[in-house]
């Protein structure tokens, strides 16, 4: 789809700039027709003669210098593109755009263009996370702007987490796969989603308690997923890192078995899909400390009482809901999880061995086994969890036309 497309790639200033030099490069391969707008900072990093290079176009830096005096820059450039790609966005290009600044070529441009605009951040993790980077980053995701999220690894400054610049290939992969999508019904196009995902945590004093390893990672993919296939999705989420900017999901936060409980409960009527991604405590301590436990000789044995069983209790009261549970399992997967199925009265099961490299907690992969309440049983081999998400959710459409007919 890249063929004799015209693409105009914006270039902030980051080390990740040396990433943007490959994009330009495989998207020139595949045809499209490449203009690169750097920011002075980006030059500080890679020479513009190297983007010349690889685009055969020239390069545009300054807003004063106008190439063709019958035109003027920014505007052409901003009407010339089919796609407007900014890769990597800093935090400073991405709070520009959102507050309407334009004191430069490629913010100026920005704000003129009617073109789809992708943007692929690449920053530090703390910057990545800051409150005033994911507001701006929600009012240009509710504005139409569409993201490709950061990688997680070792990043330039010496931290290890999510700011990584895509790769390339990724990149022009999600951009190819959203302007093919953009021309087909969406699956859940008018469904309502009630999602959960996370760990809960179960408190024994004001300093401690008790959790898993859930990062929410998976939960977040399929809320995600189902938003971009047209469904308004319900997140509740136990405590994680993980943020979501999406104009179609609404999140609410949790902390405990029991808050979630309530939460599941209480959006549970009116949804189409209901999908308990969550790994919910089964137990919590009986007794909760008011102040905290000294350390003291001996044993400390705390006493564990049973938290209530969301999925069974939304099992038995659900009407015309799609229910779907999530087992992870670390043997005996089939068998567990049909168990699972059968006694909670759930509509489909997905199973995943959290014990198998690459499908465990924390992780950014998963593999998994969907298995429907007659019994069908489909494989879905790793991939990223995005990825795993939406076979799934093709898996519950496919199922909920079955059962129409």
Known sequence: MFDQKNILLGVSGGIAVYKACALASKLTQKGANVKVIMTESAAEFVAPLTFQALSRNPVYIDTFDEKNPQKIAHIDLADWADIVLIAPATANIIGKLANGIADDMLSTTLLATQ??????????????????????????????????????????????????????????????????????????????????????????????????????????????????????????????SENI?????KRINVTTADEMYIEMHRYFPGQDIVIKAAAVADYRPKQVYAEKLKKKDGEWLVEMERTRDILQSLGKVKTKQYLVGFAA????????????????????IVINDVSSAGAGFEGDTNSVTYVNKHWKQDEVAIASKREVAEKILTLINRDMKDELH
């Open 115 to 240: 073109a789809d605009v992708y943007i692929a951040p690449a920053m530090n993790v703390h910057m990545y996370a800051h409150p005033a980077v994911i507001k701006n980053m929600k009012q240009l995701e509710e504005w139409g702007y569409h993201f490709i999220e950061p990688g997680d690894g070792y990043l330039a400054c010496g931290y290890v987490g999510k700011g990584r610049l895509e790769e390339p290939e990724s990149i022009m992969k999600a951009i190819q796969k959203h302007q093919e999508n953009r021309e087909k019904e969406p699956i859940l196009s008018g469904k309502k989603v009630l999602i959960s995902a996370g760990p809960t945590r179960e408190r024994v004093d004001p300093v401690r308690f008790f959790t898993n390893r859930s990062s929410g990672k998976m939960g977040y993919a399929l809320a995600e997923a189902a938003a971009d296939s047209g469904a308004e999705v319900t997140l509740i989420s136990g405590p994680v």
């Open 245 to 249: 900017m999406h104009p179609n999901i």
């Open 329 to 348: 399992e670390t043997n005996n997967l089939l068998e567990y999880g049909k168990k699972k199925l059968e006694k909670k009265n759930l509509d489909a």
